[in-house]
């Protein structure tokens, strides 16, 4: 369940199941079969002429879940609070459903803190009296309203907790209720891995003895229960980094009182704090930094951070100015309530495979108070507001991501704007969360449409910090992962394209006197050939200044090598080539069928080079073939699939399906988008496979186009259609397992059944099953294949490239060095679920002890985010 927005609602959701009978032997029997499997028969006049020994029936199963729509009642929604409470005690006055009834009640308590003429405390206090007068008929769907609200609206956490201590002094069973479903909750989201879920959990219960709701005593107790969790043996790191990171993540909200009353165990709290987060393993801080050198701000791991910035809150008295506490406003009722034990937390056990913990990860940082010299200072590294500000922003791009203006609207609204530069901070957040390693929170595209919103809304402010920031990317760009950088050069081309192309090359022109290898001039050349693709070649290079031409991308042109030139002084052998390809040509533009052109081809006598592979007459067919295909996309997937016979008898086999790609790069060298492009087609097609791809990419005639971002961008598509590609066999895998267990299941409850065995006749039997789990094992060998060739490839160009620079004595560490080792940490992290599969076999077989350092170190890095 989810809750999107604050506008949410309850839907009724129906999970409905056909089950069709062919032929049953026994009508008699189809209504108690309908009867005893809770089944409705379906009938249908059209359908019982045509078919009447058809019979249909239909499972329907109801549950109900918080709609993520952004307005689930429009004319609520343009309410304020206490107009909506109005109304609502006006709807009641005549005849409602339960139903209907429910969904007002889910309207108010999630808008409640919205827009509203009145104070926040008036609509709580109202909001409690309209809760109370309905707990006798509606008590479970409230409270079930209000657990969902806790962790799905984090950003509510203090109102609604003042909500709950208000309902628990009018109704104490109400608040304890409350208490056991939450706790409830929040084990059983820890239990299915919703660990962001869970944390915000435990956050709102803190909150709540802040309401008087929760003894601090028990609290503590809670607490303590999570920090014991860093005493376990045999558990990952990850399991331990996430019970101590949520401990720290709810003290700014109940650290003041529990000093206040229970100062002694929270001195023991934080001495167990501060032991594990001195000795803790950090070899991971390397491998998930978006920038290898702290000049100018440090990039610190996450735990470390959140433990600096808690410890100075302590030191500062628990004082900050940044959560909202309504609740100080009830003091006096709140005081005189009876607050709740809370259960003893026996924190659910570790199991191997099946609990994934969310991974560490190192904060992000851009600014500080020397970038806002005008209005106020952006709050230091170690300040709790900070920390505070940036959970705020991150809750609203997640309670959001489905709605862009909306988000971007929320983002400008946070409160306390004369506190603090919004902005700055707006764009640092979404940077940083754009920038996470190894995978961003929402997909790239989120945080590009965010981008421009926010531009549009204020576009005399945002477009100036956005591009300080960018400013800021590009300097540093030297010491950015690579990963990082591809990231920036997607979302920059894409936002210049919404903007006109328009951006001041000239302050970035220091690119223009740097080795082409370098950052800099790649980060430009590849945001120019992304625009290419965003717009076309001459609106690019209208746009640039003439002194980046040297870095302006190729025309894209298709580059056929026999084409006939007039005066062009070819070899013998190259101008038989080129006759043989224009008899090519003819036969295809007269439709030549593919026996035909296999003739044809079979003439063609292959290269003196002692290959036993006939390259030539691959290349002459399939540069003939892409040439007159070259007009769009849609030509060449047509070509591609009407000869596609021709092509596998021309590319038979391993080396054929290299050269294949080999000759696409060749003709296609101009338009990176089109190799791209057709490499993907020809993969469906099963022209070449994925293993042929990893080859051709570490192939010598790559060695050009190595580091570029396209070749990556088709090395990552290539290993995520093979990961695919066996997620769907083992699904469907499963799914014939389940078919086969319930059809055994159903012919031992009762064998004499015609009618079940009639309802069975599909079900998979065991040759089914054995050729099905034949199609699994294959395409899990080939992943393990392709996975294996990879990291070799790696291995042995890295290690060449090693010996060579100690052998002619220059530094190794050169800018294709750079690009190559971060590229290999790239396949690991974007592709660690995958890879952690196989830890045991690299271990073994490649990545051993005696391999060069510089590259174990990589595999090393990774193990430990693994664990």
Same mark, same amino acid.
């Given at each position: 369940?989810?809750?999107?927005?604050?506008?949410?609602?309850?839907?009724?959701?129906?999970?409905?199941?056909?089950?069709?009978?062919?032929?049953?032997?026994?009508?008699?029997?189809?209504?108690?079969?309908?009867?005893?499997?809770?089944?409705?028969?379906?009938?249908?006049?059209?359908?019982?002429?045509?078919?009447?020994?058809?019979?249909?029936?239909?499972?329907?199963?109801?549950?109900?879940?918080?709609?993520?729509?952004?307005?689930?009642?429009?004319?609520?929604?343009?309410?304020?609070?206490?107009?909506?409470?109005? =109304?609502?005690?006006?709807?009641?006055?005549?005849? @409602? =459903?339960?139903?209907?009834?429910?969904?007002?009640?889910?309207?108010?308590?999630?808008?409640?803190? @919205?827009?509203?003429?009145?104070?926040?405390?008036?609509?709580?206090?109202?909001l409690a009296a309209v809760l109370e007068a309905d707990l006798p008929n509606f008590k479970p769907q409230i409270l079930h309203i209000l657990v969902l609200c806790s962790y799905q609206l984090p950003e509510k956490c203090s109102i609604y907790s003042t909500l709950l201590g208000l309902l628990n002094v009018r109704n104490y069973n109400c608040g304890a209720e409350f208490i056991e479903m939450v706790y409830c909750e929040m084990k059983r989201l820890i239990v299915i891995n919703q660990f962001n879920m869970a944390r915000y959990i435990l956050q709102f219960i803190g909150d709540l003895v802040n309401s008087s709701v929760v003894t601090p005593s028990s609290m503590m107790g809670?607490?303590?229960?999570?920090?014991?969790?860093?005493?376990?043996?045999?558990?990952?790191?990850?399991?331990?980094?996430?019970?101590?990171?949520?401990?720290?993540?709810?003290?700014?909200?109940?650290? =003041?009182?529990?000093?206040?009353?229970?100062?002694?165990?929270?001195?023991?709290?934080?001495?167990?704090?501060?032991?594990?987060?001195?000795?803790?393993?950090?070899?991971?801080?390397?491998?998930?930094?978006?920038?290898?050198?702290?000049?100018?701000?440090?990039?610190?791991?996450?735990?470390?951070?959140? #433990?600096?910035?808690?410890?100075?809150?302590?030191?500062?008295?628990?004082?900050?100015?940044?959560?909202?506490?309504? #609740?100080?406003?009830?003091?006096?009722?709140?005081?005189?309530?009876?607050?709740?034990?809370?259960?003893?937390?026996?924190?659910?056990?570790?199991?191997?495979?099946?609990?994934?913990?969310?991974?560490?990860?190192?904060?992000?940082?851009?600014?500080?108070?020397?970038?806002?010299?005008?209005?106020?200072?952006?709050?230091?590294?170690?300040?709790?507001?900070?920390?505070?500000?940036? @959970?705020?922003?991150?809750?609203?791009?997640?309670? #959001?991501?489905?709605?862009?203006?909306?988000?971007?609207?929320?983002?400008?609204?946070?409160?306390?704007?004369?506190?603090?530069?919004?902005?700055?901070?707006?764009?640092?957040?979404?940077?940083?969360?754009?920038?996470?390693?190894?995978?961003?929170?929402?997909?790239?595209?989120?945080?590009?449409?965010? +981008?421009?919103?926010?531009?549009?809304?204020?576009?005399?402010?945002?477009?100036?910090?956005?591009?300080?920031?960018?400013?800021?990317?590009?300097?540093?760009?030297?010491?950015?992962?690579?990963?990082?950088?591809?990231?920036?050069?997607?979302? +920059?081309?894409?936002?210049?394209?919404?903007?006109? +192309?328009?951006?001041?090359?000239?302050?970035?022109?220091?690119?223009?006197?740097?080795?082409?290898?370098?950052?800099?001039?790649?980060?430009?050349?590849?945001?120019?050939?992304?625009?290419?693709? &965003?717009?076309?070649?001459?609106?690019?290079?209208?746009?640039?200044?003439?002194?980046?031409?040297?870095?302006?991308?190729?025309?894209?042109?298709?580059?056929?090598?026999?084409?006939?030139?007039?005066?062009?002084?070819?070899?013998?052998?190259?101008?038989?080539?080129?006759?043989?390809?224009?008899?090519?040509?003819?036969?295809?533009?007269?439709?030549?069928?593919?026996?035909?052109?296999?003739?044809?081809?079979?003439?063609?006598?292959?290269?003196?080079?002692?290959?036993?592979?006939?390259?030539?007459?691959? @290349?002459?067919?399939?540069?003939?073939?892409?040439?007159?295909?070259?007009?769009?996309?849609?030509?060449?997937?047509?070509?591609?699939?009407?000869?596609?016979?021709?092509?596998?008898?021309?590319?038979?086999?391993?080396?054929?399906?290299?050269?294949?790609?080999?000759?696409?790069?060749?003709?296609?060298?101009?338009?990176?988008?089109?190799?791209?492009? &057709?490499?993907?087609?020809?993969?469906?097609?099963?022209?070449?496979?994925?293993?042929?791809?990893?080859?051709?990419?570490?192939?010598?005639?790559?060695?050009?186009?190595?580091?570029?971002?396209?070749?990556?961008?088709?090395?990552?598509?290539?290993?995520?259609?093979?990961?695919?590609?066996?997620?769907?066999?083992?699904?469907?895998?499963?799914?014939?397992?389940?078919?086969?267990?319930?059809?055994?299941?159903?012919?031992?409850?009762?064998?004499?059944?015609?009618?079940?065995?009639? +309802?069975?006749?599909?079900?998979?039997?065991?040759?089914? &099953?054995?050729?099905?789990?034949?199609?699994?094992?294959?395409?899990?060998?080939?992943?393990?294949?392709?996975?294996?060739?990879?990291?070799?490839?790696?291995?042995?160009?890295?290690?060449?490239?090693?010996?060579?620079?100690?052998?002619?004595?220059?530094? #190794?560490?050169?800018?294709?060095?750079?690009?190559?080792?971060?590229?290999?940490?790239?396949?690991?992290?974007?592709?660690?679920?995958?890879?952690?599969?196989?830890?045991?076999?690299?271990?073994?077989?490649?990545?051993?002890?005696?391999?060069?350092?510089?590259?174990?170190?990589?595999?090393?890095?990774?193990?430990?985010?693994?664990?």
């Amino acid at each position: 369940m989810e809750i999107a927005g604050t506008s949410s609602s309850f839907d009724k959701i129906a999970e409905i199941t056909w089950i069709i009978i062919l032929q049953p032997q026994r009508p008699e029997n189809v209504a108690k079969y309908a009867e005893d499997e809770n089944l409705l028969l379906v009938k249908w006049p059209l359908f019982s002429d045509m078919f009447p020994s058809l019979v249909i029936f239909v499972r329907f199963k109801y549950h109900f879940v918080m709609s993520n729509r952004r307005r689930a009642h429009q004319h609520d929604s343009d309410l304020s609070d206490d107009e909506a409470k109005a =109304s609502f005690g006006k709807r009641r006055k005549t005849s @409602e =459903s339960n139903e209907e009834i429910e969904k007002r009640l889910e309207s108010l308590i999630c808008r409640v803190g @919205e827009k509203s003429s009145s104070s926040l405390e008036s609509n709580l206090e109202g909001l409690a009296a309209v809760l109370e007068a309905d707990l006798p008929n509606f008590k479970p769907q409230i409270l079930h309203i209000l657990v969902l609200c806790s962790y799905q609206l984090p950003e509510k956490c203090s109102i609604y907790s003042t909500l709950l201590g208000l309902l628990n002094v009018r109704n104490y069973n109400c608040g304890a209720e409350f208490i056991e479903m939450v706790y409830c909750e929040m084990k059983r989201l820890i239990v299915i891995n919703q660990f962001n879920m869970a944390r915000y959990i435990l956050q709102f219960i803190g909150d709540l003895v802040n309401s008087s709701v929760v003894t601090p005593s028990s609290m503590m107790g809670l607490l303590g229960a999570f920090a014991d969790v860093t005493k376990q043996e045999g558990v990952p790191q990850s399991r331990k980094d996430w019970f101590v990171y949520v401990l720290m993540a709810a003290l700014p909200w109940c650290g =003041s009182i529990l000093s206040e009353k229970k100062g002694n165990e929270m001195e023991t709290l934080f001495s167990k704090l501060h032991k594990y987060v001195s000795n803790r393993n950090k070899d991971h801080h390397k491998f998930l930094r978006v920038w290898s050198s702290d000049d100018p701000h440090p990039q610190e791991d996450y735990v470390e951070c959140l #433990y600096a910035q808690i410890c100075k809150l302590r030191e500062d008295g628990w004082i900050e100015d940044i959560i909202l506490r309504p #609740y100080r406003a009830f003091q006096p009722v709140l005081a005189d309530a009876l607050q709740h034990n809370l259960p003893q937390f026996i924190p659910p056990p570790h199991i191997a495979g099946s609990t994934v913990y969310p991974l560490p990860k190192v904060i992000f940082r851009m600014f500080d108070y020397t970038d806002c010299p005008e209005g106020p200072l952006i709050p230091g590294n170690h300040a709790i507001e900070r920390w505070l500000i940036e @959970e705020h922003l991150s809750c609203l791009t997640r309670s #959001y991501k489905y709605d862009k203006k909306e988000c971007a609207n929320r983002l400008l609204a946070i409160p306390g704007r004369d506190k603090m530069p919004l902005n700055h901070m707006i764009i640092e957040t979404l940077l940083g969360d754009m920038f996470r390693l190894p995978s961003s929170p929402n997909p790239q595209v989120f945080y590009m449409a965010v +981008f421009i919103e926010l531009c549009k809304i204020q576009p005399s402010m945002m477009p100036q910090v956005l591009a300080l920031a960018s400013d800021m990317l590009y300097e540093r760009l030297d010491t950015m992962q690579i990963t990082c950088i591809d990231r920036f050069v997607n979302w +920059f081309a894409q936002h210049l394209s919404n903007f006109q +192309f328009r951006w001041s090359w000239d302050e970035w022109s220091d690119c223009l006197t740097m080795d082409p290898a370098m950052p800099k001039p790649k980060f430009i050349r590849e945001v120019l050939e992304k625009c290419v693709r &965003l717009a076309y070649h001459q609106r690019v290079c209208e746009i640039m200044p003439s002194e980046f031409q040297a870095l302006l991308p190729s025309n894209p042109k298709i580059e056929f090598k026999y084409a006939i030139e007039a005066g062009s002084g070819s070899s013998e052998e190259l101008n038989a080539d080129k006759t043989t390809a224009q008899k090519i040509i003819s036969a295809i533009k007269n439709k030549g069928k593919d026996d035909e052109l296999i003739v044809m081809l079979d003439v063609i006598k292959p290269h003196s080079d002692g290959s036993e592979f006939n390259v030539k007459r691959l @290349e002459i067919f399939l540069q003939s073939l892409l040439f007159l295909a070259q007009k769009s996309f849609s030509h060449s997937f047509s070509a591609l699939a009407k000869f596609h016979k021709v092509i596998k008898w021309a590319a038979d086999g391993e080396e054929g399906k290299i050269e294949s790609l080999r000759i696409l790069q060749d003709v296609w060298r101009n338009h990176p988008q089109k190799i791209g492009v &057709l490499v993907d087609k020809m993969l469906r097609m099963q022209i070449v496979d994925c293993s042929s791809v990893a080859k051709w990419i570490f192939s010598p005639e790559m060695a050009s186009d190595f580091t570029r971002l396209y070749t990556w961008e088709i090395m990552h598509a290539t290993i995520r259609k093979m990961n695919k590609h066996l997620a769907k066999l083992e699904g469907e895998m499963a799914e014939m397992r389940e078919r086969a267990a319930v059809a055994e299941k159903k012919d031992d409850c009762d064998e004499n059944d015609d009618m079940m065995k009639g +309802f069975n006749l599909f079900a998979p039997n065991e040759d089914d &099953l054995r050729m099905m789990q034949e199609k699994v094992d294959a395409a899990s060998s080939d992943q393990k294949k392709l996975f294996l060739i990879i990291f070799q490839r790696f291995i042995m160009i890295l290690s060449d490239h090693l010996v060579r620079s100690k052998s002619l004595g220059c530094d #190794y560490k050169t800018p294709w060095f750079k690009n190559t080792i971060q590229r290999l940490g790239e396949i690991f992290l974007l592709h660690k679920d995958t890879v952690v599969k196989f830890m045991m076999t690299l271990e073994n077989l490649l990545f051993t002890s005696d391999l060069d350092p510089h590259i174990l170190t990589i595999f090393q890095q990774f193990s430990s985010i693994s664990r």
